[in-house]
């Protein structure tokens, strides 16, 4: 006939007939009652299953009912329960309920230290915890699952080394922080979980072979995903396919996985780095970020953003395989675009027009195509060794916001620089420094009227061209010193044409003949 528990009833309601479900003192479930008019104090029943959906209550009283699989254990009357005895001198721990006889909602912390407080938790049918429920590191396995669970306030299972398998297959809502961390966990299932208003965290499971979460839509602090399936090597495409939101940030570190986040629109800070397997990451559908940094995936080849419109803070982005990068919806970066990797080729930002310093060093970029872009702070170009020209249509104004130190309009050491053309920029608000370029032939900068600080044009041994027209005003140093083949007549036109500055004028090793110019 299946199982049976015969246990005394401590509690009866109502003058009908009534199911009741309480816990009792130690570790056992009080179950069912039936007519609650009839039943003395002392009265002790047996259910056993009929194999046809219901079940058979049978009292010592001579009463009896047939009830119904979905009204077992019963939901009402439901009531507020507590942990009790949490330091027993037998260890026990019990769940007593007050206001109802099933366990409804379990009022604080449930902390699980072996199987038997988990069995005791399990057998209470609670549906919520309002505080936090954490896995010990005592427990070997989640069995039987908690089916009646959907809402906790906090899930911790935290430096447990027996549990390969965490499988909540109701849990719907984490109201604060979900955490795993430090476990040899394979297998994690939570099949129905749609929220986590806090952080979600799974790190140091270094044999997760598999994660399924596929209705969480929400998180409402950080997402942490950090050294997963590290030495299973097994762990597939991690896909979270209804994720539409993280608050904070989402941080992918130490894991071998391509990542799957096709409904993701919103972040708060996107940091993917050191994972050494990872061969491409695509979020079709993200158009605003706090940050953006993608760095030292050594086998990432494809980086794919293409809704992505703002980024509020900084981007950094340098992996040695990634060979051309394109944002093509990316129009506003309000803090710092560093952009550096071993083989990147080309970088195609068409729709950018604003960013804080713009960084770029490649030793293998060939082409850089800025378009659109109308302001920074700084402008950075350095050690691109294959990059061969420069062309800025509608950069205006370097801005130098923060007032940095050294050359806010810097080109250095880029090997391959034959020409530099920013047809329409008028002002730097600080230093210019184009030096050491040595494959550099001209610098066409026809618009510009003012320099704020440093004017310097050194070891450019090529170059012959130097334009710039409108030129008034350096507001410190102008120094135009071992440019091998530049007529020393242009600089000397370049000084006298200035109305205001510099307060020093360095000029020498300017060789170029004939020195003669109109």
């Given at each position: 006939?299946?199982?049976?528990?015969?246990?005394?009833?401590?509690?009866?309601?109502?003058?009908?007939?009534?199911?009741?479900?309480?816990?009792?003192?130690?570790?056992?479930?009080?179950?069912?009652?039936?007519?609650?008019?009839?039943?003395?104090?002392?009265?002790?029943?047996?259910?056993?299953?009929?194999?046809?959906?219901?079940?058979?209550?049978?009292?010592?009283?001579?009463?009896?009912?047939?009830?119904p699989?979905?009204?077992?254990?019963?939901?009402?009357?439901?009531?507020?329960?507590?942990?009790?005895?949490?330091?027993?001198?037998?260890?026990?721990?019990?769940?007593?309920?007050?206001?109802?006889?099933?366990?409804?909602?379990?009022?604080?912390?449930?902390?699980?230290?072996?199987?038997?407080?988990?069995?005791?938790?399990?057998?209470?049918?609670?549906?919520?915890?309002?505080?936090?429920?954490?896995?010990?590191?005592?427990?070997?396995?989640?069995?039987?699952?908690?089916?009646?669970?959907?809402?906790?306030?906090?899930?911790?299972?935290?430096?447990?080394?027996?549990l390969?398998?965490?499988?909540?297959?109701?849990?719907?809502?984490?109201?604060?922080?979900?955490?795993?961390?430090?476990n040899?966990?394979?297998?994690?299932?939570?099949?129905?979980?749609?929220?986590?208003?806090?952080?979600?965290?799974?790190?140091?499971a270094?044999?997760?072979?598999r994660?399924?979460?596929?209705?969480?839509?929400?998180v409402?602090?950080?997402?942490?995903?950090?050294a997963?399936?590290?030495?299973?090597?097994?762990?597939?495409?991690?896909?979270?396919?209804?994720?539409?939101?993280?608050?904070?940030?989402?941080?992918?570190?130490?894991?071998?996985l391509?990542?799957?986040?096709?409904?993701?629109?919103?972040?708060?800070?996107?940091?993917?780095?050191?994972?050494?397997?990872?061969?491409?990451?695509?979020?079709p559908?993200?158009?605003?970020?706090?940050?953006?940094?993608?760095?030292n995936?050594?086998?990432?080849?494809?980086?794919?953003?293409?809704?992505?419109?703002?980024?509020?803070?900084?981007?950094?982005?340098?992996?040695?395989?990634?060979?051309?990068?394109?944002?093509?919806?990316?129009?506003?970066?309000?803090?710092?675009?560093?952009?550096?990797?071993?083989?990147?080729?080309?970088?195609?930002?068409?729709?950018?027009?604003?960013?804080?310093?713009?960084?770029?060093?490649?030793?293998?970029?060939?082409e850089?195509?800025?378009?659109?872009?109308?302001?920074?702070?700084?402008?950075?170009?350095?050690?691109?060794?294959?990059?061969?020209?420069?062309?800025?249509?509608?950069?205006?104004?370097?801005?130098?916001?923060?007032?940095?130190?050294g050359?806010?309009?810097?080109?250095?050491?880029?090997?391959?620089?034959?020409?530099?053309?920013?047809?329409?920029?008028?002002?730097?608000?600080?230093?210019?420094?184009?030096?050491?370029?040595?494959?550099?032939?001209?610098?066409?900068?026809?618009?510009?009227?003012?320099?704020?600080?440093?004017?310097?044009?050194?070891?450019?041994?090529?170059?012959?061209?130097?334009?710039?027209?409108?030129?008034?005003?350096?507001?410190?140093?102008?120094?135009?010193?071992?440019?091998?083949?530049?007529?020393?007549?242009?600089?000397?036109?370049?000084?006298?044409?200035?109305?205001?500055?510099?307060?020093t004028?360095i000029?020498?090793?300017?060789?170029?003949?004939?020195?003669?110019?109109?």
């Amino acid at each position: 006939m299946g199982r049976s528990g015969r246990v005394p009833f401590l509690r009866f309601r109502g003058a009908a007939f009534l199911v009741l479900a309480l816990l009792s003192c130690g570790r056992s479930v009080v179950e069912e009652s039936i007519d609650a008019g009839t039943i003395d104090a002392g009265t002790t029943c047996e259910v056993e299953e009929n194999g046809d959906g219901t079940k058979t209550v049978t009292c010592s009283d001579g009463t009896s009912a047939i009830v119904p699989n979905d009204q077992y254990p019963p939901t009402q009357p439901g009531g507020t329960c507590r942990v009790a005895n949490p330091g027993s001198p037998d260890g026990g721990i019990s769940i007593t309920c007050v206001g109802g006889s099933s366990c409804v909602t379990l009022e604080g912390d449930y902390y699980v230290r072996d199987n038997q407080d988990w069995v005791t938790f399990v057998r209470a049918g609670c549906t919520t915890v309002t505080g936090a429920l954490t896995i010990g590191d005592g427990v070997k396995m989640l069995a039987p699952p908690a089916e009646a669970l959907h809402s906790v306030g906090s899930l911790v299972v935290r430096r447990n080394l027996f549990l390969t398998t965490l499988f909540f297959p109701s849990l719907e809502v984490v109201s604060g922080e979900l955490t795993i961390f430090y476990n040899r966990v394979a297998t994690l299932e939570l099949p129905r979980l749609t929220t986590v208003d806090g952080s979600l965290t799974v790190e140091e499971a270094n044999e997760l072979t598999r994660v399924n979460m596929p209705e969480l839509m929400v998180v409402g602090g950080d997402l942490r995903l950090i050294a997963l399936g590290t030495y299973s090597n097994t762990l597939g495409t991690l896909a979270l396919p209804r994720l539409r939101s993280v608050t904070g940030d989402l941080h992918l570190a130490n894991t071998p996985l391509p990542l799957n986040l096709p409904a993701l629109t919103t972040l708060g800070s996107l940091i993917v780095d050191n994972n050494r397997l990872l061969p491409n990451l695509a979020l079709p559908l993200l158009d605003s970020v706090g940050t953006l940094h993608v760095l030292n995936n050594p086998e990432l080849t494809s980086l794919s953003l293409p809704a992505l419109t703002t980024v509020l803070g900084r981007v950094m982005i340098g992996n040695p395989k990634l060979t051309d990068l394109s944002l093509p919806g990316l129009t506003t970066v309000a803090g710092d675009l560093d952009l550096f990797a071993g083989q990147l080729r080309t970088l195609t930002l068409p729709a950018l027009r604003q960013t804080a310093d713009l960084r770029v060093s490649s030793a293998w970029l060939e082409e850089l195509n800025l378009p659109s872009l109308t302001a920074v702070a700084q402008l950075t170009l350095r050690n691109n060794l294959r990059m061969t020209s420069v062309n800025l249509p509608l950069l205006t104004t370097v801005l130098n916001g923060s007032f940095r130190t050294g050359p806010v309009l810097a080109l250095s050491e880029n090997l391959a620089l034959t020409s530099v053309q920013i047809p329409i920029l008028t002002l730097v608000n600080g230093d210019v420094g184009i030096s050491r370029n040595p494959a550099l032939t001209s610098v066409s900068l026809p618009a510009l009227a003012s320099v704020a600080g440093d004017f310097v044009v050194s070891a450019n041994g090529v170059l012959t061209g130097l334009s710039l027209p409108e030129l008034r005003n350096v507001g410190r140093a102008m120094t135009v010193t071992t440019n091998a083949t530049l007529r020393q007549c242009l600089v000397d036109q370049l000084r006298n044409q200035l109305t205001s500055g510099p307060q020093t004028y360095i000029s020498s090793g300017n060789t170029g003949s004939p020195n003669i110019c109109p």
